[in-house]
């Protein structure tokens, strides 16, 4: 089985039969999920936080870290296993986006990645079919190449998907 594991700010995919790309441990991060029905690709990115403005420097090391930069990486990779590298046809689907250790919404980073999310998607004319975001839980995601099924898993829950 081949495995793409991706930490914080990491992008990644896999093609290969019997493979997977996992994440762990999202909180307020957002895990965007692209799924290529026509390579049957699966692609990942780890976005820890929405605007890449507020630490250029981070960029240049980890695109894959912020909404704007790491959503075009990951199509950029994608289309080197043959994927449209504007992510025509591609399903997307949308994880995490806790609110965790912030209370009073001082902060709200799961909130605000999702919406930055949101509105690259919509820049490249994609929107999110499925997505299990919020709450105040972390999740840990697999994406299976054959199948495209998501499994969401978080400790005392049992797995679901999406």
Known sequence: M???????GDFGANNKPGGIVKTYALGSC????????????VGMVHVALPESRINPAKVAERPGYFADTGIPALLKEM????CDPRGRGMVVKLAGGAKIMDPNDTFNIGKRNELA???VLWAHGMGAVAEDLG????????????????????????????
């Open 30 to 41: 957002v895990a965007v999920i692209l799924l290529d029905p026509r390579t049957r690709t």
């Open 117 to 119: 999310i949101k509105k």
């Open 135 to 162: 709450g105040n839980f972390s999740r840990t995601v697999a994406v299976s190449v054959d199948t495209g099924e998501i499994t969401l898993s978080s400790p005392g829950r049992s797995n679901w998907t999406i």
């Open 2 to 8: 081949s495995a793409v594991v991706l930490g914080v």
């Open 79 to 82: 289309a080197k296993l043959g």
